[in-house]
């Protein structure tokens, strides 16, 4: 949680800078000349700053800890390198500007496919098939990934393979299964939450009234005490996760749903 709540408040305090250098470029006259460098740095901030704190809300759940920390290093090193072309451009030759330009556009790629993999490794899917769909998806971005830093630094590849296509159906398939993973985790949650507790609501119960201290059978929900006529209202709900996920029998201290931390009185404790 702190990790995350630094990111967020240095992704609102950058943001805010770069707005701010946004709106001075395009009102105070003396700032118009470098108008084209403050915008497009506004938008590079703000990027970069979404795909840090991605790969940080995924270090935050300690999954893939070392790749989400590649990720937010390439994340850094790719803001740097397109800042720096975008102000000193001037300074470099075409060489060193086209080489600082595939530094950069390489280490986007890789934030960007570390950001997109740590989230879909983040549903917990009770199907193999479900799972199947969610590794597919990662391999196929990882080939699209591979794909497009090949003809970064290799051009010449795209003599010999029709680049668009191959990209063109890469990007299709790692689109379709970015959207279809979390709706399969959508479906298996919405399935859990339907799903029929241990135990029927309406039950009848052998109740004592706290008034007139008779016994009697009162069914769940609003009823009364059949001697003094007093409003009693029976509710019997079985411990549930905010995600809808039924914890009885649950002995872990997470629900394997959603990675909440349960509280100990709703845990299951078998005796």
């Not at 305090?13 to 506004?42: C, F, K, M, N, Q």
């Not at 411990?239 to 845990?267: T, V």
Request: glycine share 8%; aromatic share 10%.
């Amino acid at each position: 949680m702190r990790l995350r709540k630094a990111f967020l408040w240095s992704m609102i305090v950058s943001l805010a800078l770069a707005a701010l250098l946004g709106i001075s470029a395009l009102i105070l006259p003396r700032w118009y000349r470098y108008d084209e460098e403050i915008l497009l740095s506004t938008v590079l901030f703000g990027a970069y700053s979404l795909v840090a704190l991605i790969c940080a809300s995924v270090l935050e759940k300690r999954r893939f800890v070392a790749l989400m920390w590649t990720g937010l290093a390439a994340a850094g090193a790719a803001l740097a390198g397109w800042l720096l072309l975008t102000w000193f451009h001037a300074a470099f030759h075409s060489r060193a500007e086209m080489r600082v330009a595939r530094i950069a556009g390489t280490f986007t790629i890789i934030t960007v496919l570390l950001g997109q993999s740590g989230l879909l490794t983040l549903p917990r899917f009770d199907h193999p098939w479900a799972g199947g769909v969610r590794w597919m998806t990662i391999g196929v971005s990882s080939l699209l990934a591979a794909t497009g830093i090949a003809l970064v630094w290799f051009g010449w590849i795209a003599q010999h393979i029709d680049e668009w296509r191959v990209l063109g159906v890469l990007g299709i398939l790692a689109a379709c299964g970015t959207v279809v993973t979390p709706i399969l985790w959508k479906v298996q949650a919405a399935r859990r939450a339907e799903s029929a507790d241990t135990i029927p609501r309406r039950l009848q119960l052998q109740v004592t009234c706290p008034r007139c201290q008779s016994q009697q059978q009162l069914r769940t929900g609003p009823a009364k005490c059949a001697q003094c006529g007093l409003r009693i209202t029976i509710a019997v709900e079985e411990p549930r996760c905010a995600c809808g996920y039924l914890l009885y029998r649950l002995e872990s201290n997470r629900c394997p749903e959603c990675g909440r931390e349960i509280a100990e009185a709703d845990r299951w404790a078998a005796t």
